[in-house]
């Protein structure tokens, strides 16, 4: 696939249209309508078990949909395999960053190139035939690995990376497959404080690059300091969209957050109940059970006020 | 670490035929009957027999052996060896060196009623290697045993079938419960299950002979044999398992773990055991069949299916109703959360290792019952167990029962119309056609991914 | 005891043809096992497809080379059906299917209905004829001792060993390309090779059929120790006994197949003559029948303390290791 576009450069990137998904009778992901503006960084928000996860995962192939359509760049591509979603240019990464332990850094950023010829088995055992296009990556994947700030760790294994630097290589492998939408999920999560207003900053770099960003984030702070657009999810649905303060001060986002009609946190309060119980029972205190739980609307009220 | 178990299990195999006495010492067995009971020789180099020629001759369902019987060996022509086959039905020419030679058989010394199977061969030509004994295979028949006429009438054939494969359904499917719980608590496919099932098997006649082994009753050794692999199931766990997962191996290793230890002690058996089946002794004699309809039953084998059925009934239960069962269900529906509530998922699994050692040793003892003890009866039934647990779907099991069920009646039906030989064809056939159209089995539910 | 003449045998089997057939079952393996993670477990059944349709084939009558092709299209083949379906499928699950799948074959191969076309229980002979007629190798016996080959012996060892250089060579070139760069990506995370736009399932049936092949080729040479086929050679031990050889030689490794086939061997041999001397005609529980099963007993042993001790086996890197924790 090459990197012209085969649609019009104006117009949303990504449609999607009735999409749903059903676990043994519980709606996960239920969305009617949603648009991704191209060129724009979009947010997409919402309690725990609200279905951002597993919408991300139908529209990038990673699990089945039981119904809808999505178009990106005006192409029907719904359904269609993982590789196939990512070789049209929707690339994903994951909750917790997936990189290749045992690949240096350099080999995780230079895999992601699109149309190696090397890739194919006929001409695997033939150097000639790929060695120039293997160097020519390997300085773009180079460049890459130090604008996320990796330079220095290019030859170790990825497997020695920390948290945060994997989610580094992550966002500098997405890009090396030559994205026209990047799908991000909780980028900044297990990410430390060092390392965030750097991984904050190449994101926000990215629709510069022609790159339009979707990404799943709890924290507010960085949905509102890098999005354009704040999409809501709550219970697979979507419940609000727009801007950052649009959507933090609409009610039915405080009332999702708040569990005032979700139900979906005192759910889950009761299905806690009697694990902290026993735990009361054992002499320990529950402070190790409750960050969980209380983390994303502590955050909500505190960020979404600007 | 590891070495425990084995090394116990030799211990107390030692010790008990040592208690057997004077055992017999094993006649090399006859290998002509299973093919995969010649693997451990058929590529050890520089043997140490000269080359010869052997054969069993058999005939009729139970395989009766043929005595009286000539062939003989030649080659270009020329005759150079000729035997007789013995009480056994074996017979074995010795040849002079490798080559080709022609084997026939004297069809005119073939006692009446016994003939060559229609279209077989009577005359083979195989290759004889400079080393070993070949076996050869003359397919001989009952005469009339194709004629509708004399014998049993199709219904009472499909019945007579339809009611072994229930048995033999059950009797997989003890196994197979024991399998599926190990699966759904630790993840791990356990290849050395077979095992399992021969050690349950092998102890008990161990108890049971009256020559080699105590003379204990029947129902009292298999009880001894039960309790034995119940508590093998927990040094599996103790001294395999348990200590690989505290080490984060990957439950691919460790299903290649289990195939070296099934291969380990499946050898250690056929040195300890020997090589020759051996039948539990209360059982070794022919009983009168019970007539129930059109089915008649050696009574041993309604005593089996009556008994299978009720120890699947009872496990059932046990899974659905008691606390036990239920914090087995529950490890096994998602162990992080049954932990969070509380649940000893180590204890757990050690008890679902004993519940399965426990079982497979029921099966085995069955199976021994219904035909003999040898030292590869786990390997013939391993995969036939997989195919039970896969199509009820691995995991789950009431599957694991049903999946039992349906392969032991399909398997034994399909003789009716197909070589008895093909019958694990068909049971595996059956696996992999679910495998690859509904791989979560008939039972087992998709389950979210992320 | 004579130790001697046990270690005369040990360096004869592991040059012999046996041990050039492991090396080569081992080196399909490893491309399915080793470098592309898939728990093949009856990747024996390649080798009886790849033996049995060359031999069928020059049984009916056509030429040795044509029979070759035959069979290594049929392990291919074989390579596909297994692989196209079961490839989608968890490790144990595939596993089971392909263990069941190589039982299922042999059973039919074995079939006295069959004894027509496959000869059932006694195989079929003449296979190798074409072969051992262009051995430019004079007659006569070739060696000192019990270390000494025949000329056709010698005649397929040479082969044998050359067709391991040439495949070792195949191994190294495709796992240093970019080709065996994704291959190690994919068994290290399928999802995140998927979500880079790698079409994980033609690449792990590109692994797969390639693997068959190759236990095609290590089964057609089999049939030219000796000159024929028999069912009994490709029960599911055999294929642990490649495990055993890839684990030993190191998972993953370019070199780890024919080293470690070059080491079972040895070990084998020689314990196999040391066991016959002590044993003799019986000593504690054991009888002389006992020696193929001790030999299996430590192959089953050497497995299991290998993955718990040793999981980059000979010549792997301890880092490497794919199969340790």
């Not at chain 1, 929707?90 to 960053?97: K, P």
Request: charged share 15%.
């Amino acid at each position: 696939m090459s990197d012209t576009t085969h649609a019009p450069d104006d117009g949303p990137i990504l449609i999607a249209d009735g999409v749903h998904r059903s676990f043994g009778g519980v709606r996960a992901v239920d969305v009617e309508h949603m648009e991704v503006e191209r060129g724009s960084v979009v947010a997409l928000i919402g309690p725990n078990g609200a279905g951002k996860t597993t919408f991300f995962n139908v529209l990038t192939g990673f699990e089945r949909a039981d119904g809808g359509t999505w178009r990106f760049e005006g192409h029907d591509v719904s359904g269609q395999a993982a590789y196939a979603a990512a070789r049209v240019g929707m690339v994903r990464t994951f909750q917790t960053a997936r990189v290749f332990p045992r690949l240096s850094v350099l080999d995780n950023i230079r895999l992601a190139a699109k149309d190696q010829k090397g890739e194919h088995l006929r001409s695997a055992l033939f150097p000639w035939v790929w060695r120039r296009q293997e160097a020519a990556l390997g300085e773009r994947a180079a460049e890459l690995g130090r604008w996320v700030g990796l330079g220095d760790k290019l030859e170790d294994r990825a497997g020695t990376l920390s948290g945060g630097q994997r989610k580094l290589l992550e966002l500098a492998r997405g890009v090396m497959a030559a994205p026209r939408l990047l799908m991000l999920d909780e980028p900044m999560a297990g990410v430390n404080p060092a390392l965030r207003q750097l991984l904050l900053d190449k994101i926000r770099e990215l629709p510069g690059e022609g790159i339009t960003v979707l990404f799943v984030e709890h924290d507010m702070d960085v949905v509102s300091a890098i999005s354009d657009v704040v999409v809501c999810m709550a219970e697979g649905r979507i419940i609000a969209s727009g801007t950052a303060g649009q959507v933090a001060s609409d009610p039915r986002v405080i009332d999702a957050y708040l569990g005032g009609s979700s139900g979906d946190l005192r759910d889950m309060a009761d299905e806690l109940a009697p694990v902290v119980d026993e735990l009361y029972a054992d002499g320990r205190t529950p402070d190790s059970t409750d960050s969980d739980g209380t983390d994303s609307d502590g955050t909500d009220s505190d960020g979404a006020r600007p | 670490m590891v070495l425990v178990a084995l090394l116990a299990l030799v211990a107390s195999a030692s010790l008990l035929s040592s208690l057997a006495g004077a055992q017999e010492p094993n006649p090399t067995a006859p290998t002509t009957t299973a093919p995969t009971t010649t693997a451990p020789t058929t590529t050890a180099p520089g043997g140490v027999t000269g080359p010869a020629i052997t054969t069993t001759l058999t005939a009729g369902k139970g395989g009766e052996p043929i005595e009286g019987v000539v062939v003989t060996v030649s080659r270009d022509g020329e005759q150079i060896g000729r035997a007789t086959s013995g009480p056994d039905g074996t017979l074995t020419i010795p040849v002079p060196e490798s080559g080709q030679y022609q084997v026939t058989l004297d069809k005119k010394s073939l006692p009446d009623g016994v003939e060559v199977q229609k279209g077989a061969p009577s005359t083979l030509t195989p290759f004889v290697q400079a080393s070993g004994s070949l076996p050869v295979v003359f397919r001989l028949t009952e005469a009339g045993q194709a004629d509708s006429g004399g014998g049993p009438s199709d219904v009472e054939r499909l019945t007579s079938l339809a009611a072994s494969g229930i048995r033999f359904g059950l009797v997989i499917a003890l196994a197979a419960v024991g399998l599926s719980l190990i699966f759904g608590t630790t993840g791990l496919t356990n290849f050395a299950h077979g095992e399992l099932i021969a050690f349950g098997a092998i102890v008990t006649w161990y108890l049971n002979a009256p020559n080699g082994g105590l003379g204990l009753p029947l129902l009292v050794a298999a009880v001894g044999g039960i309790l034995a692999s119940g508590l093998f199931g927990a040094s599996f766990e103790l001294g395999v398992y348990r200590p690989l997962r505290r080490r984060g191996m990957p439950v691919v290793s460790q299903m290649v773990v289990s195939i070296g230890l099934a291969f380990a002690l499946r050898y250690l058996f056929s040195i300890v055991f020997g090589q020759s089946p051996q039948q539990y002794a209360q059982y070794a004699a022919q009983s009168p069949t019970v007539s129930l309809g059109p089915v008649s039953l050696r009574p041993k084998d309604l005593v089996i299916t009556a008994v299978a059925f009720a120890c699947l009934i009872a496990i059932g239960l046990f899974l659905q109703r008691a606390r036990l069962g239920t914090a087995i269900r529950a490890v096994s529906d998602n162990r992080d959360l049954s932990i969070a509530s509380g649940i000893d998922d180590q204890r757990v699994i050690l008890i679902v290792w004993v519940v399965a050692g426990a079982l497979a040793g029921l099966s085995g003892i069955m199976l021994a019952s219904s035909d003999s003890t040898s030292w590869n009866m786990g390997q013939r039934v391993l995969l036939v167990t997989f195919a039970a647990v896969v199509l009820g779907g691995l995991g789950t099991t009431f599957g694991a029962m049903v999946g039992g069920l349906v392969v032991g009646i399909v398997s034994d039906l399909s003789t009716f119309w197909l070589d008895a030989d093909l019958k694990i064809v068909v049971a595996l056939a059956t696996l992999v056609v679910v495998l690859l159209i509904r791989p979560q089995g008939i039972f087992g539910v998709r389950t979210r991914t992320a | 005891m004579n130790l001697g003449a046990a270690l005369v045998d040990g360096l004869r089997d592991m040059v012999a043809v046996p041990s050039v057939v492991y090396a080569l079952g081992a080196i399909g393996l490893n491309i399915q096992f080793g470098f592309a993670g898939l728990l093949n477990f009856g990747s024996v059944a390649s080798g009886l497809v790849g033996a049995y349709g060359a031999s069928i084939a020059v049984d009916q009558g056509l030429p040795l080379w044509v029979g070759v092709i035959i069979g290594l299209a049929a392990a291919a083949l074989l390579g596909l059906l297994l692989g196209l379906p079961t490839l989608r499928l968890r490790a144990d699950y595939l596993a089971i299917a392909t263990i069941s799948a190589a039982e299922i074959i042999r059973v039919i191969v074995n079939s006295a209905r069959l004894q027509d076309v496959t000869g059932g229980p006694i195989g079929l002979t003449g296979g190798a004829d074409d072969f051992f007629a262009v051995n430019p190798i004079p007659e006569g016996r070739y060696g000192w001792g019990s270390f000494s080959f025949n000329q056709n012996t010698l005649w397929t060892i040479l082969v044998g060993w050359t067709i391991v250089i040439v495949l070792c060579l195949f191994v190294w070139g495709l796992a240093r390309s970019p080709w065996g760069r994704l291959l190690k990506a994919v068994r290290e995370d399928e999802d995140a090779a998927r979500s880079l736009g790698k079409n994980v399932f033609k690449l792990k049936l590109q692994a797969f059929v390639l693997g068959s092949v190759i236990g095609g080729i290590a089964g057609i040479i089999f049939m030219f120790d000796g000159g024929f086929v028999k069912p009994d050679f490709f029960v599911s031990q055999t294929t642990f006994n490649w495990y055993l050889v890839v684990i030993l030689g190191g998972v993953a490794t370019v070199l780890g197949p024919p080293v470690g086939a070059i080491v079972y061997w040895f070990v084998i041999s020689v314990l196999n003559s040391v066991l016959t001397q002590v044993i003799g005609d019986g000593w504690w529980i054991f009888d002389t029948t006992d020696t193929g099963a001790i030999r299996y007993v430590l192959v089953g042993l050497t497995i299991v303390l290998l993955l718990v001790f040793r999981p980059q086996g000979l010549l792997g890197d301890k880092d490497e290791a794919v199969i340790g924790e």
